[in-house]
């Protein structure tokens, strides 16, 4: 049980267009989910917080405006970066909490975005 | 606000060799502490969680041992084989959900 999906695995795009990763939990709800970026050899870095129907929130020095986060339903989230350059490219994880049970999170398997 | 530092950043070891990875965190204040491992390109993969109220788990050859009063976790790994070989990375909770990751050790064992 609690497992977390992402889609897609990995994506190239070009500089300036826009790309949507999407994050499920497949066999629970997750009133909450988080998106994390990890470049290179770094550790993963806490990018927002999503809760299922109310406005995402964004830790300092992320943009909200370029990293567009939706919360539609209690298995989806989705993290939309707009505007892509090759400065965003890196690893993308989101995680779930099971709702109500714990704080414990599931992280999905990540995103590699490639911007060329 | 919570620093997670892990030491070494990397290790080298031959098959066989028991070891222990190392994990410090700043602020005590935490709900839990949980070790994750990672291959490369690859998401986290759930090792060991240790509540705060605890001192420690076991699962197969791991071992992770807690003391909140110095903010030290350790990672015991028995008898290495070469498919541990991954980054292993310790991440401390604080508040409702902030998770804070460390920097990673990579193992390498060899045969």
């Known amino acids: 049980g609690a497992v977390v999906s992402q889609h897609p695995s990995w994506v190239i795009c070009k500089s300036g267009t826009s790309v949507k990763i999407e994050c499920r939990s497949l066999?629970?709800?997750?009133?909450?989910m988080f998106w994390y970026r990890q470049f290179p050899k770094q550790s993963l870095m806490l990018m927002a917080t999503?809760?299922?129907?109310?406005?995402?929130?964004?830790e300092q020095g992320v943009e909200k405006d370029k990293f567009l986060i939706n919360h539609a339903s209690l298995t989806l989230s989705t993290l939309t970066v707009t505007s892509a350059h090759p400065e965003d490219s890196s690893f993308y994880i989101c995680?779930?909490?099971?709702?109500?049970?714990?704080?414990?999170?599931?992280f999905g398997p990540g995103t590699r975005l490639t911007v060329t | 606000k919570q620093e997670v530092t892990q030491i070494p950043a990397a290790l080298s070891v031959p098959e066989g060799e028991n070891l222990v990875l190392n994990c410090s965190f700043t602020?005590?204040?935490?709900?839990?502490l949980q070790w994750f491992r990672q291959d490369p390109g690859k998401g986290l993969t759930s090792l060991l969680l240790?509540?705060?109220?605890?001192r420690e788990q076991t699962s197969g050859r791991l071992n992770a041992s807690l003391d909140k009063s110095s903010g030290r976790s350790t990672l015991y790994i028995a008898a290495s084989q070469p498919g541990d070989s991954a980054t292993y990375l310790c991440?401390?909770?604080?508040?409702?959900?902030?998770?804070?990751f460390g920097k990673g050790t990579m193992l390498l064992v060899s045969p």
């Open positions: 995680s779930a909490i099971l709702a109500g049970i714990s704080y414990e999170q599931y």
């Open positions: 066999d629970f709800q997750a009133t909450t």
């Open positions: 999503s809760n299922e129907g109310s406005k995402a929130t964004y």
């Open positions: 602020d005590s204040a935490i709900y839990n």
């Open positions: 240790i509540q705060s109220s605890q």
């Open positions: 991440a401390a909770l604080s508040g409702y959900s902030t998770l804070t």
